[in-house]
């Protein structure tokens, strides 16, 4: 089929400066074989030195937007490269991360497999700061669908078994998108999940089993960031979360919204008591971990919400 029979899909790729992994992500994705594909690529890095690389990359279907003026945050960043985007259909590919050749294309066919599928994501591999690797095309790429707030509900459950690490790279119709657009958080932490959940309780989800590489790493983003902002983060994702289950509530039900708020409390706090044991606790000082530690057990109890969260 001709290219220009298929609708445009763009790929965009928000590059705060992480120089040894920028090349791979984008040979990655001039690998796809979806045929009508923008790459974009916003180059937030602030460093005339790293716009370098990518200028030996460049390619008919890559475009350069320079935000080199400041540091932008995680969501103002992305919601830029989403008012700049061009396709019809939108992805984020993180600057450390790669997908396999058949990603897009196979993104495109779950979501065009019916109309009130909202939202994609793909099968999710971890690989680590010095995995270097070229994704390999599956021989055989496969889809399936799921009620939205069904997927969610089974997600916060931990029923499908599926390693997602990460909704950030999401595939999503760009108007969409826009009709939400992402939340600044702490870190960026929860950008991806927010937009996730405002999509996925719209209409359906669909899983590809399409590769998607997460590289996680001490310095990547989510593990570097101190543990009082990623609290204050899960603070205000639940509030907005929250807002979002309760204006839903017609399409959803009310006992299925609850049910979503209550999960989604109960494996924050899970997760995030995981984390304060089992990474933050080297970082911290004693006095430090017990402080956490207190405003966790609060955060769990419902309290620490009240509490004036840090500005940016």
Not at 177 to 186: A, I, K, N, W
Not at 210 to 224: C, D, N, Q, T, V
Not at 226 to 242: G, H, N, V
Request: some cysteine; glycine content about 4%.
């Amino acid at each position: 089929m001709r290219a220009d029979a298929l609708p445009l899909i763009t790929v965009f790729v928000p590059w705060i400066g992480r120089e040894p992994f920028i090349g791979d992500a984008i040979r990655s994705l001039l690998l796809q074989d979806y045929p009508n594909l923008e790459i974009l690529v916003s180059d937030n890095s602030l460093s005339p030195a790293a716009r370098s690389l990518i200028a030996d990359l460049h390619d008919p279907r890559m475009r350069i937007i320079e935000r080199s003026q400041r540091r932008l945050a995680p969501a103002a960043h992305f919601d830029a490269c989403l008012q700049d985007a061009r396709g019809e259909y939108v992805m984020i590919l993180s600057d450390d991360d790669l997908v396999e050749p058949r990603y897009v294309s196979s993104m495109y066919e779950a979501i065009r497999s019916r109309p009130d599928v909202k939202v994609c994501i793909g099968e999710q591999i971890a690989i680590g700061e010095r995995d270097n690797l070229t994704p390999a095309a599956s021989p055989e790429v496969h889809f399936r669908t799921y009620d939205g707030p069904g997927f969610l509900t089974r997600r916060l459950l931990n029923l499908h078994g599926l390693p997602i690490f990460t909704y950030m790279s999401l595939f999503a119709r760009r108007a969409d998108m826009l009709q939400h657009l992402y939340r600044d958080y702490p870190d960026g932490s929860h950008a991806d999940n927010y937009m996730m959940m405002a999509l996925a309780i719209t209409g359906r989800v669909a899983v590809s089993s399409a590769k998607f590489y997460y590289r996680i790493y001490e310095k990547s983003a989510g593990l570097s960031t101190p543990f009082p902002s990623l609290l204050a983060a899960c603070t205000q994702y639940e509030r907005d979360a929250r807002l979002l289950l309760r204006r839903s509530r017609r399409r959803i039900g009310t006992l299925r919204s609850f049910i979503l708020r209550a999960l989604l409390h109960i494996r924050t706090s899970g997760v995030m008591y995981r984390r304060l044991f089992q990474m933050y606790r080297k970082r911290l000082r004693p006095t430090e971990f017990f402080v956490s530690l207190a405003q966790l057990l609060l955060y769990t109890c419902g309290i620490f919400r009240a509490w004036p969260l840090p500005r940016r």
